[in-house]
């Protein structure tokens, strides 16, 4: 149990020598360390899975997962450890809000970046339902981009073929109708068609070669339209409209499974609107809730130093504090003496130094100089 409290009391950035001298805030330090700790926990958890989805696919993805969330969650551990302590309880109330809004504001954006990935995993489900739906969506605008595409392309080709068909429906309806008339003829049925002299006269051969050439147009008409629904059939594979198909629920499960950290993120962000554009209340408010809950979290060590009243802790810090910096200060003041004297040691010596060279130098001109 102590190395646990202890271990807290690291994690709350507390000097740990000078807040074993005062048992009533252990408790305090404890919960604030708690909180940076298990923060970091979370940190860590919601990284790691971020780049499980970044890596997707990679053998090694398990590893970078984990090796990236203990970089990310240390990292954030490190950021909370740092905003706590640094609050400094000497001041007044204004004065120490003043002091940790820009640690709040830090807190806020390191309580949105951890929550993200974590919502990507709680609402998992929706997610790969919206992006089935989606990619569905995508294909069925591809194919109609395609066809559109093509139809514009090959706009006259298409227009002869349809003209094509129309004409060989037509020859086909008029070479029913001059096969029974014909039949009609040659049996003696008298109608405002038809002679009504029974056998194969001279209408009747009229008639026969009047069916004889459509039926002759018809096979034209034919083969010109088997040779365009041929080329038109080339130019879809061409234009890969055949080659194209909507997913199958197995591929569109594949590719959700698949889905990188992008793909997801921004279904994340569809499933709070409905398909008419409206926003959908209840998947809002749930994504807010749990984004808030990480903020506030991620800001309560903050929030419970700040609540906090000034204890004998805080007071035997100031006075640490204090006295540190009337050791730096006497401290500097005796390396300023230190070096005052040394310099002007230095400076003794040299000027000793240069005299005896001077006189030196000046007693051997002497000795040496001539009076003629």
Request: aromatic residues 12%; proline residues 2%.
């Amino acid at each position: 149990m102590k190395k646990i409290t202890r271990f807290f009391w690291f994690c709350s950035g507390a000097h740990v020598g000078t807040l074993k001298k005062y048992p009533l805030e252990h408790n305090k330090y404890v919960g604030i360390g708690a909180t940076i700790f298990f923060t970091a926990l979370f940190a860590s958890l919601s990284g790691g899975y971020a780049m499980y989805f970044v890596f997707s696919g990679n053998d090694f993805a398990v590893f970078f997962a984990i090796f990236f969330g203990l970089i990310w969650g240390t990292a954030i551990f490190n950021m909370d450890r740092y905003i706590v302590s640094s609050i400094d309880k000497q001041g007044t109330t204004n004065q120490q809000i003043l002091q940790a809004s820009p640690r709040i504001l830090l807190a806020i954006m390191i309580g949105i970046v951890i929550s993200r990935p974590l919502e990507l995993k709680i609402f998992d489900k929706e997610i790969r339902q919206k992006l089935k739906t989606s990619y569905l969506k995508g294909q069925h605008r591809k194919i109609d981009t395609l066809q559109k595409t093509y139809g514009q392309k090959y706009e006259m080709e298409l227009g002869k073929n349809l003209d094509l068909k129309k004409e060989k429906d037509s020859l086909e309806k008029d070479i029913n109708r001059s096969r029974y008339e014909l039949n009609q003829e040659v049996f003696g049925d008298k109608t405002n068609q038809t002679s009504g002299i029974v056998g194969y006269g001279t209408y009747a051969k009229q008639k026969q070669t009047v069916l004889q050439e459509k039926e002759d147009r018809l096979k034209t008409v034919t083969d010109d339209e088997n040779k365009m629904d041929q080329y038109l059939a080339a130019r879809k594979d061409y234009e890969g409209l055949n080659s194209i198909r909507l997913f199958s629920d197995h591929q569109l499960d594949s590719l959700a499974n698949i889905a990188g950290f992008s793909d997801r993120n921004w279904a994340l962000g569809q499933l709070s609107y409905n398909e008419n554009g409206t926003r959908d209340l209840d998947t809002y408010l749930a994504e807010s809730f749990i984004s808030y809950l990480f903020i506030l979290f991620e800001c309560l060590p903050v929030f419970v130093k700040l609540m906090s009243p000034k204890g004998p802790y805080d007071v035997a810090v100031g006075k640490l504090s204090e006295a540190d910096i009337h050791y730096a200060e006497r401290d500097k003041e005796r390396n300023i003496n230190v070096t005052d004297s040394v310099y002007d040691h230095h400076l003794g010596s040299e000027i000793e130094k240069q005299k005896k060279i001077i006189t030196t130098q000046s007693d051997y001109d002497l000795e040496r100089h001539s009076y003629d």
